[in-house]
């Protein structure tokens, strides 16, 4: 029984005037506590696996907001733009990066979004007022113009739906322009507009953060519910392939939050695929500051995948039936400095334009551990957004940097393949409020040290991602195999520093970086590293 769960029974046993029992038991508790190892160890078998990793754990997001299409990705007549006016720096450094799959055009503009708005002439587009983030929107980046810079950055497309102000047919609708050869009103509007071929677009979100009242269309969780299964079933009677991701909660802190869901799921479970979840951590509101607490917050996260996970099986149950939906986790970052979304009626304003840290790095490459051990169900995530907005990349008229939280990313999707394994850690702990297995009111227990570890059974390649939490010491971590030990190491790398609030900016654009970590060091079926304080480290070993 954890400290947290013990504090729970000896105060409800008080409550119910059973003091004495209440203290024997904290008594018990005192002599039952086990001791901390002295020294951290994970435990690793590669038969304890998670899942086969499907690389869509590592999208990303564009959505008609601030600069993240136009003056980001998109900008005709930028001498760095190609004959199409994408930015081609910034094409290259997106498909350096490897991203799978990416989600467009919202988030929250979708909800009042008409995708015919941004086909056909762009002479004949209109230009409208976005009334999601009160911009406006020239239209002239569209369907269109989105596959064809997939195909240039070499990604996939999760397509998302105007289920706010937009009916059920028209998501039909842009199915049939998007994924049928020819012969019928919308697939041969596409070939006129001189796009013969057909997208083939398989990932699509059925709308966006219904349950918000700030969202264009809101509703009710059954209204929505409904909504969704009506376009589901329209969809799928012009392409019966599609994965479809009905939209989930908010986040914890709605007051509908799981009940949406539940109920939501109730209308639709059997026409779609998974279930979306967004979270957006801050170092503020939910930790007072307190870095300690801030870098345990992929805790959090573990605990929400399971919750909405668990609803999902509940509601699996109720209907009897045997089919298990998916997570897609398809917005997630840190966010909480740059907070103004009113674009005051401007073209492209400056919107969301986040600067991240080191400890904002950190706490990324902790919740990239947490979604890889939740790959079984978490099918797909999309770190939100790309460029420019709460993003990775930054651009200005001349170039293109890194931020921070690059780095993580990074790592994850150039090494991560293969299988997730489970491995088992032993860590010293600290406290934190609210964080950790239990959250009931009290403290909670954190491990200093968290870790993901994947094992390519092609290539040989084992990659092992490591969080230190500890801001003040370095800990060594014992690495034990129980079989299929690797017998060299590739790489090892680290992100750390001195200064937690650190950030790279255009004229400092390599403050913070990875540098190369001490060499860890491998004997027989041991690997001993050293985790530097506050830092995540890479190390890749091949067998």
């Known amino acids: ?98 991203v799978p799959i990416v989600r467009y055009p919202g988030g929250n503009f979708v909800s009042g979004y008409n995708w015919l708005d941004g086909v056909g002439p762009k ?77 083939g677009v398989k ?32 969809m799928r009677a012009v392409d019966p392939s599609l994965f479809l991701v009905a939209c989930g909660s908010s986040g914890p802190f709605m007051p509908t939050y799981l009940q949406w869901d539940r109920e939501m799921l109730e209308q639709c479970y059997d026409v779609v695929d998974a279930v979306s979840l967004h979270r957006y951590f801050n170092n503020t509101s939910e930790t007072g500051g307190d870095s300690r607490h801030y870098l345990a917050l992929n805790l959090s996260m573990d605990r929400q995948i399971e919750e909405v996970a668990a609803v999902c099986d509940m509601v699996r149950g109720r209907l009897h039936t045997p089919k298990r939906l998916h997570l897609s986790f398809d917005e997630w970052n840190v966010w909480y400095r740059a907070t103004d979304g009113d674009g005051h009626k401007q073209v492209a304003p400056h919107l969301l334009e986040e600067v991240y840290n080191l400890e904002d790095a950190l706490l990324v490459g902790g919740l990239i551990i947490t979604l890889l051990r939740h790959s079984d169900r978490v099918r797909i995530a999309c770190l939100a957004q790309l460029v420019n907005v709460i993003a990775p990349l930054m651009t200005n008229e001349q170039t293109v940097i890194r931020q921070t939280i690059y780095y993580p990313y990074a790592w994850a999707l150039h090494n991560c393949r293969g299988d997730v394994l489970r491995p088992v850690v032993e860590s010293p702990t600290y406290e934190v409020p609210g964080v950790g297995p239990f959250r009931s009111g009290g403290l909670g227990r954190v491990p200093y040290l968290d870790l993901a570890v994947t094992h390519d059974g092609e290539s040989g390649k084992t990659c092992l991602l490591v969080l230190n939490r500890d801001l003040d010491n370095s800990h060594e971590l014992e690495v034990i195999w129980r079989a299929e030990a690797p017998t060299r190491v590739l790489t090892s790398q680290v992100l750390t520093g001195t200064d937690l609030k650190a950030s790279n900016t255009f004229a400092e654009p390599n403050r913070v970086v990875p540098r190369a970590l001490d060499a860890p060091e491998l004997r027989g079926t041991r690997l001993t590293l050293q985790a530097p304080a506050k830092s995540f480290s890479l190390v890749v070993l091949e067998a």
């Open 1 to 98: 029984m954890s400290p947290v769960n013990r504090r729970d029974f000896i105060s409800r046993a008080s409550a119910l005037g059973l003091a004495p029992l209440a203290q024997g038991w904290l008594s018990a508790a005192q002599t039952e506590e086990p001791a901390e190892p002295a020294t951290p160890r994970a435990f690793i078998d590669p038969q304890f696996r998670v899942s086969r990793l499907d690389g869509n754990l590592f999208g990303s997001f564009l959505e008609h907001l601030g600069r993240a299409i136009y003056d980001g990705i998109y900008e005709p007549g930028s001498p760095l733009a190609d004959a199409d006016g994408f930015r081609t720096d910034v094409l290259a450094q997106i498909r350096e990066l490897g």
């Open 123 to 199: 002479n004949d587009r209109p230009t409208v007022l976005d009334r999601a983030w009160d911009t406006i929107e020239s239209n002239q980046f569209g369907t269109d113009e989105f596959m064809e810079w997939c195909r240039k950055a070499n990604t996939k497309p999760l397509l998302g739906l105007n289920l706010g102000s937009g009916a059920a047919k028209q998501a039909g609708d842009l199915v049939e322009y998007c994924n049928l050869a020819k012969g019928t009103k919308w697939s041969d509007l596409r070939r006129k507009y001189g796009h013969e071929q057909p997208y």
């Open 203 to 234: 990932h699509w979100c059925l709308g966006n953060e219904m349950d918000g009242p700030w969202q264009i269309g809101h509703c009710t969780a059954k209204e929505y519910g409904l909504k969704a299964a009506d376009a589901a079933r329209q």
